[in-house]
């Protein structure tokens, strides 16, 4: 019984430290400024997005148009810090 309970232990704490490590990379990966510039850049293209939790949300509705023109968008965006627009 013993040895059961420190492999649960020990898994505990290697989820915990997983669980640990990826909010500290996530929070690594975050960068308020440039989403900001990439949310304005969208808005002064008609195209209002509402990221949160590092993903965008789209409805079921949404049409491969709408996509396409999201998508140019962006490339537009990634492009411009580049001087290549």
Excluded: K
């Amino acid at each position: 019984m013993a040895v059961v309970a420190v492999e649960v232990e020990a898994a505990s704490r290697s989820v915990a430290s997983a669980r640990f490590t990826c909010r500290v990379t996530a929070a690594a990966a975050m960068r308020p400024d440039l989403e900001q510039l990439v949310n304005l850049f969208l808005i002064n293209r008609g195209i209002l997005i509402a990221p949160f939790h590092n993903m965008m949300l789209t409805s079921p509705a949404t049409t491969e148009q709408q996509i396409a023109r999201f998508h140019d968008a962006f490339d537009a965006s990634a492009a411009a810090p580049a001087g290549r627009t």
